[in-house]
């Protein structure tokens, strides 16, 4: 073997290493190191970072970093405007929030028909579906914790699934949402689509979004009480949109993640 082909070799071997890496599931282990992390950072700057759960209506909730001196926003802003000018060292040292909205809420704001029958209701859940509305910027390996926070609050506080944004997720946020998909702790349900969707997608993507006539675009189910928005899914893998990770909802039936916040006095809710 050549020395190029040997180099070669090698970085297929790291590109293989980095990949499985990134297809490991966030397990709850991890989640449990980044509240020891959460409790190092408080050690060592005495600013005492917890996260907060704060109510904004009935149809949205924030989930986020504060500190003694600064809100979750104010931390988010503070660290865009340090990146913004570059200097880095003015970042605080733990930032990121989370918006949630119901699905009311949400649809309202993606239709123009106020009338849209497409409530995300899963199998054997008595409530609609909870959006992501909008992750903001989160401090490099802290993010998973909120999202844990998230989805337990959602699912044992309201009674209901968490389904990512139905509208746009970026590259990293797809990643969380297929381990969330690995994790046997999570139980993922599949959602159908809204027929509107179908509609706009044919017309807009007409040459892209069927299989030759083998895999249609078309609703699971003949029910509507599980349709909901799926432009991120059809964004994500078109035709094949129930295979995205962004077309289910997630729930998890138990709060110990909350619970051990609550312990440690890490938690501050506002609801």
């Known amino acids: 073997m050549n020395n190029k082909n040997f180099k070669m070799l090698i970085k297929e071997w790291k590109n293989f290493l980095n990949e499985s890496e990134e297809d490991k599931p966030v397990s709850i282990e991890k989640i449990y190191k980044q509240i020891n992390k959460l409790e190092e950072i408080n050690f060592n700057s005495n600013l005492e970072y917890k996260i907060?759960?704060?109510?904004?209506?009935?149809?949205?909730?924030?989930?986020?970093?504060?500190?003694?001196?600064?809100?979750?926003?104010?931390?988010?802003?503070?660290?865009?405007?340090?990146?913004?000018?570059?200097?880095?060292?003015?970042?605080?040292?733990?930032?990121?929030?989370?918006?949630?909205?119901?699905?009311?809420?949400?649809?309202?704001?993606?239709?123009?028909?106020?009338?849209?029958?497409?409530?995300g209701k899963a199998k054997d859940e008595v409530n609609s579906t909870w959006y992501i509305k909008k992750t903001h910027d989160t401090k490099k390996g802290m993010g998973p914790l909120l999202y844990e926070v998230v989805i337990e609050f959602v699912s044992n506080n309201l009674n209901a699934g968490i389904k990512p944004d139905s509208a746009s997720v970026t590259d990293e946020a797809i990643k969380v949402?297929?381990?969330?998909?690995?994790?046997?702790?999570?139980?993922?349900?599949?959602?159908?689509?809204?027929?509107?969707?179908?509609?706009?997608?044919?017309?807009?993507?007409?040459?892209?979004?069927?299989?030759?006539?083998?895999?249609?675009?078309?609703?699971?189910?003949?029910?509507?009480?599980?349709?909901?928005?799926?432009?991120?899914?059809?964004d994500h893998m078109g035709y094949m949109w129930p295979e995205s990770p962004l077309s289910k909802t997630y729930r998890k039936d138990n709060a110990n993640i909350i619970e051990l916040l609550k312990e440690k006095h890490l938690l501050v809710l506002d609801i």
Request: hydrophobic letters at 30%.
């Open 177 to 234: 949402w297929k381990n969330y998909v690995k994790r046997n702790d999570v139980v993922a349900k599949q959602l159908d689509i809204n027929p509107d969707d179908i509609s706009y997608y044919k017309k807009e993507y007409p040459d892209q979004w069927e299989d030759q006539g083998v895999r249609k675009l078309m609703p699971l189910t003949p029910q509507t009480s599980d349709d909901t928005s799926q432009f991120s899914a059809m």
């Open 52 to 119: 907060k759960i704060q109510k904004e209506n009935i149809n949205k909730y924030n989930i986020g970093y504060v500190s003694k001196e600064k809100s979750m926003f104010s931390n988010v802003n503070l660290y865009l405007n340090s990146k913004e000018k570059k200097q880095h060292e003015l970042a605080p040292q733990l930032y990121g929030c989370i918006e949630i909205m119901s699905s009311k809420a949400k649809l309202a704001s993606e239709y123009d028909n106020p009338d849209v029958e497409a409530p």
